[in-house]
């Protein structure tokens, strides 16, 4: 099956530091990947999609400068926590997919970012 | 109201039990995804459908694209079937991106 990796799976930070997460697809070719980010005891709440060279997508509510997105290449986007605060603290989720509809998605373990 | 709703939120069983977990959709939609999220979090795309049943192994999907509906019924369930369950859909005009119930928490006991 089609594995995701992310990195790192855990991160302290301290406030004000940014923190770069990566997302990879380690056996396809992933052209659309998606960042999601969950709090305790709540669903998946999407924050951006993007498709590899092109901008990201970013869902209403998520500030493009503070989550920047990079998807560089077809097996590997970035989601980096500019100037992070411990309002930020979460589960970082990503998922990848050879896009188009009705495509698999395909999971990361996530990364549990701590910032203090 | 929430565009994705499941039931029960809660659930919990003993060993051996059939059971069944709802999700509702308001919305058009071009597929359903039922996902497992384990306690450490990682999270494992168990179906995805467009109508009729899948089954796999102990697990099987059922979706009735009439009503909006769909259910996960786990036969012989095992404390090892212990997570969330989580329906998502992905509508007709949404791309590939998900909208997510709120999950099912799912404990089966020895």
């Known amino acids: 099956g089609a594995v995701v990796s992310q990195h790192p799976s855990r991160v302290i930070c301290k406030s004000g530091t940014s923190v770069k997460i990566e997302c990879r697809s380690l056996d396809f070719q992933a052209t659309t990947m998606f960042w999601y980010r969950q709090f305790p005891k709540q669903s998946l709440m999407l924050m951006a999609t993007?498709?590899?060279?092109?901008?990201?997508?970013?869902e209403q509510g998520v500030e493009k400068d503070k989550f920047l997105i990079n998807h560089a290449s077809l097996t590997l986007s970035t989601l980096t926590v500019t100037s992070a605060h411990p309002e930020d603290s979460s589960f970082y989720i990503c998922?990848?997919?050879?896009?188009?509809?009705?495509?698999?998605?395909?999971f990361g373990p996530g990364t549990r970012l701590t910032v203090t | 109201k929430n565009e994705v709703e499941q039931s029960p939120q809660n659930l919990t069983a003993q060993e051996g039990e059939f059971i069944t977990i709802n999700c509702s959709y308001s919305v058009g939609i071009s597929a359903l995804h039922w996902l497992q999220q384990h306690p450490g979090g990682g999270i494992v795309s168990l179906f995805m459908?467009?109508?009729g049943k899948k089954k796999h192994g102990r697990l099987i999907a059922t979706i009735n694209i009439q009503e909006k509906h769909s259910s996960l019924h786990i036969t012989a369930s095992h404390p090892r079937d212990s997570a969330v369950y989580i329906c998502a859909v992905e509508g007709e005009t949404s791309g590939s991106r998900l909208t997510f119930g709120e999950g099912t928490q799912l404990t089966v006991n020895p």
């Open positions: 998922s990848a997919s050879r896009g188009g509809h009705f495509t698999e998605q395909y």
């Open positions: 993007s498709n590899e060279g092109s901008k990201a997508t970013y």
């Open positions: 459908l467009s109508s």
